[in-house]
């Protein structure tokens, strides 16, 4: 089942709860949370408590991607301002089979990131313990940016490697509705959109355009 989970970095933060509310009302089923520490990416975004204000205003499920230098560190403060899914980066931690541990310990699902220039290899010893994995498809930092079909075959070798899992596989960075159907095409089931969901009101007409875009291709 392909999931909508717009990324609220390209929200209006000045207005940040009536934008969670509107891409629920508009279909999607997760929010994105992008985490960002100045060191592991070159840009700031928000912190705990940011999360924890609007996490009454939905019911939509809340997908942390920390781009941290030290994601463990920030495990049980995201979990505790609402967080059901952790994501950390495979490039800055060296036990990721005890930080998976970790993440579950607190009832929540854990993911594995990895940026364009590493190799999926990484993942695919742990792949058994995780509940998604997210193929960054931009170099992490920033919104906006252009989408790299280069990371479509890392996709299609972690399908080859599940063994029946069906674990959720995410992508983010530079989706549309054009680029939503070359990584359903190539079995992702979870898109991130920041740039193209906010980029105009109502979201919904965005949101079902990369739906439908998707669907189709996965189907195809
Ligand atoms: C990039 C973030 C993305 C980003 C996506 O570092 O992880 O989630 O906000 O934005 P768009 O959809 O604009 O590429
Ligand atoms: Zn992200």
Redesign the pocket.
Known sequence: MIKIAP?I??ADFGALREDVIAIEKAGAEWA?I?I?DGHF?P?LSMGPDIVKSIRDASKLFFDC?L?VEDPKMFVEPFVKAGAELITFHAECVEDMDELIDYIHSFGVKAAVAIKPATSEEVILPILHKLDMVLI??????????K?MPEVLDKVRNIRKHEHGKDIDIQM?????AETAALAAAAGVNVL??????FAKKPYTETIRAIRESAEKAANA
Request: net charge negative; no cysteine.
């Open positions: 990324s970095l390209a994105h992008d960002m990416v840009n991607h781009m960054m498809s931009v170099v992490p930092g920033f919104g906006g940016q989408f983010d960075g530079g989706i549309n991130v959109a920041g740039s193209a969901v």
